[in-house]
């Protein structure tokens, strides 16, 4: 089975600092993974996404994420936080299923706060 | 272009009824996925419709269930509800897998 472990509940940076949230996932075999946003009262937006390729992924609004297989990791950063940044975080993954389509394991979640 | 588009909003239902929630996905999305959030479990998968198929399913009790239309629509229908399936439930769709994009869900309250 799959599992995805996010470091950290809660982060708080400053305004146009460096954002780090961590995510490592457990899967016998390179899972697709994913990076989303979800703001108060509302759905997920996805950041982004690795399914093959280069490793170093970009998203949208300045995030960043990289797939570094011998760690099992998948971090996500953004160079310069912003206040609109302020949401939580989750990072998923997603077996490559034989039949096709997705069944994401979501992990619990990272607060992000800004402060200014 | 249309998001997708989860309704009701909110609902209120007592303990031992049934509910449907409805979800329209972006047109030309076939993968239909269903969610449920609450804050002692997560996110959780409950299934997958893909073309009218039930494709994928999670490990939730049969009380949980769901259809696809031709049209791609799908609804989730819980019945004998519990305290427990208090929650926002999501849908998402996709072309077919690979990134979806959710809805901005249905937050059922069970009394």
């Known amino acids: 089975a799959q599992s995805v472990t996010q470091l950290g509940s809660h982060v708080s940076v400053s305004e146009g600092a460096l954002v780090l949230l961590r995510c490592n996932y457990s899967s016998s075999v390179p899972p697709y993974l994913f990076w989303y946003v979800q703001y108060p009262n509302q759905g997920l937006q996805l950041l982004l996404k690795?399914?093959?390729?280069?490793?170093l992924v970009k998203g949208i609004n300045g995030f960043e994420a990289e797939f570094k297989k011998s760690e099992t990791s998948f971090h996500l950063t953004k160079p310069s936080a912003h206040m609109s940044d302020a949401a939580e975080y989750f990072c998923?993954?997603?077996?490559?299923?034989?039949?096709?389509?997705?069944?994401?394991?979501f992990g619990t979640g990272t607060q992000l706060k800004v402060e200014l | 272009k249309a998001g997708v588009t989860q309704t009701p909003r909110y609902l209120i239902k007592t303990r031992g009824q049934q509910v449907t929630l409805s979800c329209s996905p972006i047109?030309?999305?076939?993968?239909v996925s269903w969610y449920q959030q609450t804050p002692g479990q997560g996110l959780q998968f409950l299934f997958e419709?893909?073309?009218?198929?039930?494709?994928n399913k999670g490990n939730f009790p049969g009380r949980f269930s769901g259809r696809q239309f031709s049209n791609s629509r799908s609804e989730m229908n819980v019945s004998t509800l519990e305290l427990g399936d208090s929650a926002l439930y999501l849908c998402a769709s996709s072309p077919d897998g690979g990134g979806y994009t959710f809805g901005s869900g249905t937050r059922l309250t069970v009394v």
């Open positions: 419709y893909f073309s009218e198929t039930q494709r």
């Open positions: 998923a993954v997603s077996p490559k299923l034989t039949g096709g389509g997705n069944k994401l394991t």
């Open positions: 047109s030309g999305h076939r993968s």
């Open positions: 690795y399914t093959t390729g280069a490793t």
